[in-house]
């Protein structure tokens, strides 16, 4: 039921997205991140499902290379990802920025995807190279 839950909520983009209203509203913020994430996807939002996804070790592959994907993309030439709104919530109502979210749940969510599907994740089996496994 959890992985059904997230595939539905993933974006076009491939990634996923709310913001801390979903704490004091007690219901999903589908459009939380529509001001501060990149169309409707944030990088700590899609972090978070990649990981749980990876734990339930989800069969739809497709989707988790979608968010890995866009976690790639996200990732700046520096190596940090963006900075991209509140993501952290106490007390219901209290936003605070954890500025190292942004980096370590990235990280942390490529790692277990890799760890989970393998190194070749965010590559298309159906391109020339990996043909024999469509």
Not at 17 to 36: L, V
Request: glycine share 10%; with cysteine; charged share 20%.
């Amino acid at each position: 039921k959890c992985c059904q839950y997230l595939l539905s909520q993933q974006r076009a983009n491939g990634g996923w997205g709310e913001d801390f209203t979903s704490c004091y509203d007690k219901d999903y913020a589908a459009n939380g991140m529509q001001s501060y994430g990149d169309d409707g996807s944030g990088v700590v939002n899609t972090a978070w499902a990649l990981m749980a996804l990876s734990a339930a070790k989800c069969n739809d592959v497709e989707a988790v290379r979608k968010g890995v994907r866009y976690l790639m993309s996200r990732q700046l030439d520096c190596g940090d990802w963006p900075q991209e709104g509140i993501a952290g919530v106490f007390n219901r109502a209290c936003g605070i920025t954890y500025t190292a979210y942004r980096n370590v749940f990235p990280i942390w969510a490529l790692g277990r995807c890799v760890a989970t599907y393998g190194d070749n994740i965010d590559k298309d089996p159906c391109n020339e190279e990996h043909k024999s496994k469509c």
